[in-house]
């Protein structure tokens, strides 16, 4: 089936630790979108691609690092340099066609990422 | 950045009672979007909205699209306690066209 699959669904760190938050999509997606959740918090964008090899800023990006080499994924780095980590990380994804019609964003399961 | 602000932040109701939450915005969108989050998984899309003044249902779900571009309405119907969780609204573009920026949520209690 195809879908976006976030791994894995819990994660722990030590405190100065850089991690990694896989994201995958089998839809053909050609944007995708990293966002924060705080406990009742709304969805805060750190980096978000448009298409391979580019991205660019969301509101909240320092502390973070992503990359996008392949259309199917966007892994996301927070790196010690994020203050407070802990957190609810949601991936997306969106088709793009150029115009606004039918382009809504699919999100994965999320991975809750716990630093100690 | 877009800032989108989203009320009620909380709503606490009676099995049955109908809701209704709102989104305004200070720019113009081209697209409004409604979504729903169960605890402890993503949101899920729950209505679409491309046209100035549109109005749009999904069973017990309405939204409308504001005139002005600048606003948007979610009402829930009859709720039932499954309607738990918080809701979202969202929109696209902007001054940066890929960018989609959400609001900060309503929380939603639905008591039997």
């Known amino acids: 089936d195809g879908g976006i699959t976030q791994s894995p669904k819990y994660l722990f760190r030590k405190e100065g630790q850089n991690v990694t938050l896989s994201c995958e999509q089998n839809?053909?997606?050609?944007?995708m979108y990293w966002y924060r959740q705080d406990p009742g918090q709304g969805l805060r964008l750190i980096y978000y691609?448009?298409?391979?090899?580019?991205?660019q800023k969301g509101d909240i990006a320092e502390g973070y690092s992503v990359s996008r080499e392949k259309k199917e994924s966007f892994p996301l780095t927070v790196t010690s340099a994020q203050k407070n980590p802990t957190a609810f990380y949601l991936c997306?994804?969106?088709?793009?066609?150029?115009?606004?019609?039918?382009?809504?964003?699919?999100f994965g399961q999320g991975t809750r990422l716990t630093v100690v | 950045g877009q800032q989108l602000n989203q009320s009620p932040q909380s709503m606490f109701i009676q099995e049955g009672e109908d809701v209704s939450m709102n989104c305004t915005s200070s720019?113009?969108?081209?697209?409004w979007l409604w979504y729903k989050q169960d605890p402890g998984e993503g949101p899920v899309l729950l209505i679409a909205?491309?046209?100035?003044?549109e109005l749009t249902s999904n069973g017990r779900l309405t939204a409308q699209f504001g005139i002005t571009r600048k606003d948007s309405f979610l009402n829930i119907s009859a709720s039932i306690p499954s309607d738990v969780g918080i809701y979202f609204c969202?929109?696209?573009?902007?001054?940066?066209?890929?960018?989609?920026?959400f609001g900060q949520g309503t929380i939603l209690t639905v008591h039997p």
């Open positions: 691609s448009q298409i391979v090899n580019d991205f």
């Open positions: 997306a994804s969106r088709r793009e066609t150029g115009t606004d019609m039918n382009t809504e964003a699919f």
């Open positions: 839809l053909n997606h050609d944007a």
């Open positions: 720019s113009i969108f081209n697209t």
């Open positions: 969202c929109t696209r573009g902007g001054t940066s066209y890929g960018k989609l920026t």
């Open positions: 909205l491309y046209k100035a003044g």
